[in-house]
Structure formats: C-alpha cells, structure tokens
C-alpha cells in the first residue's frame, strides 16, 4: 500500500527519534537542503590532557543558498547580511564603518540593457492605471506570463541578448573605470592624480527584468583618498557624480563576435536612472533613503532569474532543456546559450555552464574594497559570537581551550518529502517567530 504524504508526515512524527531530528532541523534554522555531517566537537584544555566539552555524532548545518526558490531560511539569513553590509556602506555607525559616510556625496544608480527586439509588457499611468502593451497592443494582466517574452521570436536578437549577458559584469568593470575618468576630468584633475584627491566607492546588485535581462542597481558613493573615514573633496557633489555616472555610462563599449564573425557593440541600455541617497528622507524630487535602500537591495539580493519558470540549477545536457518547465522566451535563452557555448571561440564565456541563468556569470551582489564590510567578515563575527555564548554557558575562557572539529560529509537533504514537509513547516515557524519579533521591538 502506498501511504499518502500526509500518512508519511505522521509516520515521521510518531518515530522515537523525532524530537531529535526536530531539534536538528530548527538548529539549521528550517534549511531545506541542509549539510549532514558525521563526526565531533570538542573543547580541550591547552595541554590536551582533559576533554572539557563534547558533542558529537550525525548534525546538520545550512546550506547556505541565497535564492529564495531553493531555501528560503537560508535566503532570510542572506538577505539579513546584506542588509548590514549595504546599511553599513550608507549609514556608517557599524562594521567598522563611521557615521561620516552619510555626509557624502552618494547615488543611487540603474543600469540597464540595450532593446534586442520588441517584448510584451504592461506599462501604466502616473496613477498606476494599466495602458495596452507597446508591442502588442493588448492589455496584459500582472500576472501574465507572456510579459517579458519576445513580440516576434523569430525577429529577437537572441544571440545578441546572450552575448550581451554574458559580458554584463566586463561592462560593469569599464562602467567603473570610466566613471573614474569621468569624475576626474569633472573636477579638472588627470585620471593618475584623481586616486590622491578622492576614491570611488561601491556596491551593486543585479536584478532579473521579466525579458530575462539583468539590470544593475548600484550605491555610488564618493570619499577621500584614505576611504570611508576620509573626508570627500569638497568638489564633489551628487550633481557632479550624477553627471559623471550618465557620462561614463554613454562611454563604455565591449566588443564581441557573433558566431558568423561579425562584430557585435555591446553598450548599456539608453535608460540610465540615477537618485540622489538622503539619510532618512524621501522626497518627490527621486531622493531615496538609506534605510528603504538597503532593504530593497537586499531583497534583490536573494532573488535568482526573477522569474518563476527559471531552472535554479545548471544544465547538464540537451535532455535538460527539452523537459524544463519553462516560458518559450527564456527556453530560446538558454538553447542559444548552450548552443553558443559548444563553438570554440565562446569558449572563455563558459554558456554552457550558465545556461540556466541565461547566460549571466557575475555575482548578485558586489562591492568595492573600502564600500563597508563583507560578508566573510560578517559571518566570522557571527560564529565568533556563538563561541563566545557556548564559552560563557560553560564558565570557560577563549585562551584557556584548544577547539577539536573533526567532522566529515554524510550527505546533503532529506531522506524523503514527508521530512522535508515538516522541514518547510518548521522554517515558516521560525519565521513568523522573527517577524513578530521584528514588530514588538518596533513598537517598543
């Protein structure tokens, strides 16, 4: 007899190791694909003479996933880091970073791409009220899923959007070098003697458009020489770098090749959109806050293609593409970026490999060096709390143990969907846990 899911949770309920296999679970935080490992941790004296604590056995530890789709606990944890690492980029006050930043010339930057032929889409009024698609003359509903897809497949320039993704993050990178420039000659400086006077700093996100082409949101700050704690010369200004950022955007150009030879101008999109950053202030005029900034920086953070029918893992064959579950539009994406990838010459762009993000092989989220903190240090300070909170539960000191891990990999999930059932109900409580937390500390 085959027991239904609901027979199988109940099953996995009742077995007397639940509560155990609960408490592992919740330790993870509700993961959906946690880590098993098998082994011990241990405290030692400095001499190694006498074992002070212990704990071992079969654990689970976060998978880590930032994206939404996969792992929602793991993508909340994400999203929280990210948080405090744009936060602290704008506002200053933590992660090492001074409130000063605040003070300084700072934007808010879109970057898009270039039209590779007409899609459906559902613009509005000022009012929000729905106008008929440019492309196709009809009204589509928010949720239809033809927004974003090709007029006319047959005329989109597929080759040319995959190429263009492909190359995102080098034109990001010239974007970069010719703000610089840009900014430099602005101020009357030459672009060697720019790095004496101010530094460029950064951190941008790329977010998925329907159409299945990133776009890049990006805090632009400027600072002294020295960084974050060096006063920004008193030349700039959010006009100048407002200025400076629409300049260099034009400027920037990265050449490739289509595959019949012919060469190929890659540019941004001819919509540039850039916001002065206010402390805490908005106004009509388009100035955004830190605060709402960093928030929404951080939900883009997590996303993965943005669309709902995207494969959240590589393609391993043609077999893949031919069963996904996808839209028309993004499957002609990914069939012409694992077709692009098997000729010599696209070798380096490695498509094949991202095929199932159509063709984009950045990071969702980077920075400059001197932006804020990082995500590594982040994570550090995290787990140095936790032994710090485990060192003082046992009354010991940090230089007074050795720790031992000895730990090795036992597998990855769960055994079955019944487990990862009540894996999902578990992390939803969590959540809701924090959430009105979030909301009682709010209104304290």
């Not at 190694?48 to 793991?74: E, F, Q």
């Not at 430099?184 to 159409?211: C, I, M, N, P, W």
């Not at 989220?365 to 003082?392: G, N, Q």
Request: aromatic share 8%.
């Amino acid at each position: 007899m085959i027991l239904s899911l609901e027979d199988r949770i109940a099953d996995r309920v009742q077995r007397a190791d639940y509560r155990d296999w609960r408490d592992k679970v919740t330790a993870t935080g509700g993961c959906l694909a946690p880590i098993r490992l098998f082994g011990a941790w241990q405290l030692h004296n400095l001499d190694s003479t006498k074992v002070l604590a212990h704990l071992g056995g079969d654990v689970m530890v976060p998978c880590g996933n930032r994206r939404a789709s996969v792992c929602p606990s793991c993508s909340d944890r994400y999203a929280a880091d990210a948080f405090h690492l744009m936060r602290a980029g704008l506002s200053g006050g933590s992660k090492g970073v001074p409130e000063s930043v605040a003070e300084k010339p700072r934007v808010f930057t879109t970057l898009t791409a270039p039209s590779f032929g007409a899609v459906h889409n559902r613009p509005t009024t000022s009012s929000g009220k729905a106008r008929p698609c440019t492309g196709c003359g009809q009204f589509h509903h928010l949720d239809d899923p033809r927004i974003g897809g090709a007029v006319d497949p047959d005329t989109y320039d597929y080759v040319g959007a995959v190429l263009w993704q492909a190359h995102a993050g080098k034109l990001w990178h010239r974007f970069t070098i010719a703000l610089r420039r840009a900014l430099a000659r602005a101020a009357g400086l030459t672009v060697r003697d720019f790095k004496d006077h101010a530094r460029l700093s950064y951190a941008k996100v790329a977010e998925y458009q329907r159409r299945g082409l990133v776009h890049f949101h990006a805090v632009i700050r400027i600072d002294g020489p020295d960084g974050s704690h060096d006063p920004a010369p008193a030349w700039a200004t959010v006009d100048l770098v407002d200025h400076a950022v629409r300049v260099a955007a034009r400027s920037v150009l990265v050449e490739s090749f289509r595959p019949d030879g012919t060469v190929i101008d890659l540019v941004w999109g001819a919509q540039v959109d850039v916001r002065p950053i206010q402390a805490d202030v908005e106004d009509d005029a388009g100035a955004v806050s830190d605060s709402k900034l960093a928030a929404y920086v951080a939900k883009y953070a997590t996303k993965g293609t943005g669309a709902r029918d995207t494969p959240d893992r590589p393609i391993r064959s043609q077999l893949d593409i031919d069963h996904l579950r996808v839209s028309d539009h993004h499957r002609r994406m990914i069939q012409t970026a694992w077709d692009l990838g098997d000729l010599h010459f696209y070798t380096e762009l490695n498509l094949r490999k991202w095929a199932h993000m159509l063709a984009f092989r950045g990071h969702f989220l980077t920075k400059s060096k001197h932006y804020s903190t990082t995500f590594k240090r982040i994570r550090e300070d995290r787990r140095a709390f936790r032994a710090a909170e485990v060192l003082e539960r046992l009354g010991l000191a940090a230089d007074e143990v050795i720790v031992v891990n000895d730990w090795a990999y036992a597998g990855s999930g769960y055994a079955n969907d019944a487990e990862r059932e009540l894996a999902s109900g578990i992390a939803e409580r969590l959540r809701a846990q924090r959430q009105r937390q979030y909301t009682e500390e709010d209104a304290a």
